[in-house]
């Protein structure tokens, strides 16, 4: 009788959810089913101390936030979760803007379409 060799487990097997200290601990915060680094935008694939706790010691050991501990930790960590949000919010609307643009012009072609008895009509 043959062994079959144990197939690899898989994250979404695995269950993992973000810990909300790791937060303060590794300034990382959930995306999805990953982490995204505050400090420098990275996204860490696996939801795991040990990766958090290892990014952030090997990249941030020396940054200005890394002596921080207590209140000035947890403003620092707010400021940084502030201007992500803040930054992504701009790339929102900026989409937006370039979602609306593109709509406004497929209605424009197909407006000039209709108009000039051509057949093809677009649709965004």
Request: net charge positive; charged share 30%; glycine share 2%.
């Amino acid at each position: 009788m043959s062994v079959l060799p144990k197939k690899a487990r898989t994250v979404q097997e695995e269950n993992r959810s973000f810990n909300e200290k790791w937060e303060e601990d590794y300034f990382v915060t959930p995306t999805k089913d990953k982490m995204l680094c505050l400090l420098c935008d990275l996204t860490i694939a696996t939801l795991k101390n040990a990766t958090a706790k290892r990014h952030y010691e090997n990249i941030h050991k020396d940054h200005k936030y890394a002596k921080l501990e207590g209140e000035a930790r947890k403003n620092a960590l707010a400021k940084q979760k502030s201007q992500k949000s803040k930054q992504q919010q701009t790339f929102s609307i900026v989409q937006e803007h370039g979602n609306r643009a593109i709509e406004a012009t497929y209605k424009l072609l197909s407006f000039l379409a209709k108009e000039e008895n051509h057949i093809v009509i677009l649709k965004p």
